[in-house]
């Protein structure tokens, strides 16, 4: 294959898939992929320092991906391929009014866009619990009450004639408690609509979306995008909704999994991968198609339904999604099929990252990378660096400077939080966690100075990489600041006439499963 032949390329990610899912990855698999930054070479500011904002929470909110980053898409874009990108989106919409779309997909790179702008949640599905800041809603409630219990005990003493209170007074705490009730039911009791809608590039077509059918319609869409863009080369990215809570599957697949509702939702998704497969076949696409199917970060093991996980398996690894960069969270599938180029059947064994991605996709299409952004992210504190790992030969060593604080202990997860906090109550530890974890990599067995001769060295050689690192750094907006990421509405996407939103121009000429 030469740098200009310009081959097809698929990009497949699902959402919290663990490493241990799948059939050819079993507990003593060797095979290493990490989750990580995908599109971009660096995302500029995308971090925070609140356990509240570690993702956009609002569609209406004024953060996003930096127009000034280069995406892969928008790198071969510029080589002439067709982009598109199918599914879940999730790096912000809009900066200054709703119609602004300034972090929309299209203004980084993609030609056609069909999907979620946001991501999915429990939110989606008006019969769930809700998933967004759940705990904070539960606050908002009980403060309200108290608030609006207030006028009414100030009626007691005025009837009582215990001593007079103006009716002004009253009114004024009345007033308080419908004003404070609003500021945040405005938001928040309106979630599903805000957050849950399907767009057409920058058109709107379902608010809120029909979240049973979105999968099967991001499906079709897929399809035609290949039949449309067949005669030249192109770029698909699918984004999976699959397998983030709530689980939601085609009628045909519930039940059809001996592992429940996950089972189900991993099923509904491999069917959608062999139709996409299945279609590059039909075309004859397959030998000049680079296919890659990831996961965004391991599985998330908190989601409970009663007493049943919700969340994936993984396998062997310590921890899941959201736990400062213990294996399970960060360890992610990695599989490939390029049939001219790669030996089918072939193993891996080396560490790679979907970091890797953004260089290999501009090598085998000839693009050009960017020169412009070493260094040039978020100055953050030193609980960023949850863990640093470093390559001698065939031993990696992995340290550990932040851990979060299991509950209850020895469970493995965060029960009860929703996701583990990155910081507050998280264990720092100096000297640092060290693992081999190409001997360990249940990261089982720490290491120190007493078993381990290379200790200081290795040490030694991590704070000097991490020093040397942070000097590069410059600072730069704050994407999830709190500003950025509270509900806006002048910013909230909207089919019709705020706050009256809501449409269905979408078909339901669906693919049909087995």
């Not at 790679?352 to 070493?374: A, C, K, N, W």
């Not at 410059?474 to 009256?500: A, D, E, H, M, R």
């Amino acid at each position: 294959m030469t740098r200009n032949a310009r081959p097809n390329i698929v990009l497949l990610m699902a959402d919290d898939l663990g490493v241990g899912d799948l059939c050819c990855y079993g507990n003593n698999s060797v095979s290493k992929d990490y989750g990580a930054n995908l599109l971009t070479p660096v995302n500029l500011g995308m971090v925070s320092p609140y356990n509240l904002n570690r993702a956009l929470t609002w569609l209406g909110g004024s953060g996003g991906l930096p127009t000034n980053e280069t995406t892969f898409a928008k790198l071969l874009q510029h080589r002439g391929y067709r982009t598109g990108l199918i599914g879940k989106w999730h790096l912000g919409l809009s900066c200054a009014s709703r119609n602004d779309h300034c972090y929309h997909p299209l203004n980084h790179g993609f030609h056609y866009f069909y999907g979620v702008p946001f991501g999915l949640l429990s939110d989606c599905q008006a019969s769930k619990t809700p998933e967004l800041h759940r705990w904070l809603r539960i606050k908002l409630w009980i403060s309200t009450v108290a608030i609006a219990l207030v006028p009414f005990l100030l009626l007691i003493p005025k009837f009582a004639r215990w001593f007079s209170v103006p009716w002004k007074v009253i009114f004024v705490f009345a007033l308080l408690a419908f004003l404070f009730f609003t500021s945040w039911y405005s938001s928040y009791g309106f979630t599903r609509r805000w957050n849950c809608i399907l767009m057409r590039n920058h058109e709107i077509i379902q608010q809120p979306m029909k979240e049973e059918k979105v999968a099967s319609l991001m499906l079709k869409e897929a399809l035609a995008f290949i039949e449309r863009v067949k005669r030249e080369p192109f770029l698909l990215f699918f984004s999976f909704l699959h397998v983030h809570t709530p689980l939601i599957s085609k009628e045909k697949f519930v039940g059809h999994s001996k592992y429940g509702r996950y089972g189900d939702n991993v099923e509904e998704m491999d069917w959608m991968v062999g139709k996409i497969l299945g279609a590059l076949d039909r075309e004859c696409l397959a030998n000049n198609t680079l296919v890659y199917f990831t996961s965004d970060n391991g599985g998330h093991l908190e989601p409970l339904d009663g007493a049943v996980q919700l969340g994936g398996w993984n396998g062997i690894y310590k921890g899941g999604k959201g736990m400062g960069g213990w294996e399970g969270g960060i360890r992610v599938p990695g599989i490939f099929r390029w049939p001219s180029v790669l030996e089918a059947g072939r193993v891996i064994n080396e560490p790679t990252s979907l970091m890797d991605i953004y260089p290999t996709l501009s090598y085998i299409g000839g693009g050009i990378l960017p020169q412009d952004r070493y260094g040039n992210i978020l100055k953050s504190p030193p609980r960023w660096y949850h863990n640093a790992t470093y390559f001698l030969g065939a031993t990696v060593w992995k340290a550990h400077y932040v851990t979060p604080k299991f509950y209850p202990d020895g469970t493995g997860a965060c029960s009860g939080s929703g996701i583990c906090s990155c910081s507050g109550d998280v264990t720092y530890h100096d000297p640092p966690l060290l693992f081999d974890i190409s001997r360990d990599p249940s990261e089982a067995f720490p290491l120190n100075p007493d078993n381990e001769p290379l200790f200081d060295s290795v040490i030694k050689k991590m704070e000097a990489a991490i020093k040397e690192h942070r000097r590069t750094l410059t600072p730069v907006p704050q994407q999830f600041s709190v500003f950025n990421t509270i509900w806006k509405p002048w910013l909230q996407p909207c089919c019709g006439t705020f706050p009256f939103c809501g449409c269905d121009k979408e078909d339901d000429i669906l693919p049909t499963a087995p």
